[in-house]
């Protein structure tokens, strides 16, 4: 049986960030699709349709397609990222099998010292980090990927109906910050959401990172925030048909908002500038004018943390 490969698994492939070259692993679900997505939730997100139902042996041939795939690039990638349309660390949506043989394949490259698995907040347990640690080399940090999205209810669970709330967040960096940061957090935050354009925009990026900031302090837990802004998916799309793509000029002077602040509190957090996507954008020809455009500027920015790319 031959792994489902299709376009859209390897759009996120290769990307540069502050930790160096980024190469992101998209492994099929073997729950079919994200269970949040059956259940209607997330009207901002169609990633969690999935491709089908994989089993593991589909999943552990879909890793050695990858591996050739990517073979140039992961033998000096520094940062690995995990997806699977759903959660990572949800044992109906991966088994300890595929996750054991992904994170073993991780490990035995020499040069990645940092390893993303993009998780729901219920997953992350003590089990479930301990596992990854204890699969991973002392030498690599483990993080956590999480959708807050915004640190504003009504945004987060009224306009994206994404149900996670304050305390199901807050549990989770508890049970991280109990690996002494052997463990970290990257916060997904979504520019311009639902019914916020200009400076409302602006400002709710620049709370939700505060909010990110804050917990990292309060629970000792190392922070990193990925920028990705709005664009109309299918399913956000029917919800709110009005609302437009994130607007560039505004997405730039946000940034360099959220730089100042990670100044001024004199942070080690970084910020990545993720505008690719899995082909879920229903503008992929405006996508694709953007990033021809500003690609260059943003991996710019992206490893050096400098705004001026960004001008």
């Known amino acids: 049986m031959r792994p489902k490969i299709n376009n859209a698994d390897i759009q996120l492939g290769v990307a540069y960030g502050p930790d160096g070259k980024r190469v992101a692993l998209a492994i099929g679900n073997e729950n079919g699709s994200c269970p949040f997505y059956l259940r209607g939730d997330c009207h901002h997100c169609d990633i969690g349709e999935g491709e089908g139902l994989f089993t593991p042996d589909m999943n552990l041939e879909r890793l050695e397609w990858l591996k050739d795939y990517f073979k140039d690039d992961l033998q000096d990638a520094e940062h690995l990222l995990v997806y699977n349309s759903g959660s990572v660390l949800d044992q109906r949506e991966m088994s300890r099998r595929t996750l054991g043989t992904i994170l073993g394949y991780i490990s035995s490259l020499d040069k990645c010292k940092v390893v993303s698995l993009d998780s729901r907040e219920m997953y992350v347990t003590k089990d479930s980090l301990d596992y990854v640690v204890k699969s991973l080399r002392e030498d690599q940090q483990a993080r956590i ?167």
């Open 145 to 311: 990927i999480l959708g807050i999205e915004s640190q504003n209810d009504e945004i987060r669970i009224g306009k994206l109906n994404k149900r996670m709330t304050k305390g199901g967040i807050e549990r989770l960096f508890s049970n991280v910050g109990e690996y002494n940061g052997e463990v970290g957090i990257d916060v997904n935050i979504v520019f311009q959401p639902p019914e916020l354009t200009g400076e409302e925009a602006i400002q709710e990026v620049v709370e939700t990172m505060k909010y990110g900031l804050e917990l990292s302090e309060q629970y000792g837990v190392p922070v990193d925030f990925n920028f990705h802004p709005y664009y109309q998916s299918e399913r956000s799309g029917k919800m709110f048909p009005d609302h437009p793509r994130a607007n560039l000029r505004d997405a730039k002077e946000a940034l360099g908002r959220m730089k100042m602040i990670l100044e001024e509190k004199a942070s080690n957090s970084k910020i990545f500038i993720g505008w690719q996507d899995e082909e879920h954008d229903q503008e992929q020809d405006v996508k694709v004018r953007e990033l021809e455009r500003e690609l260059e500027r943003f991996n710019q920015f992206n490893v050096s943390q400098n705004v001026r790319f960004l001008e």
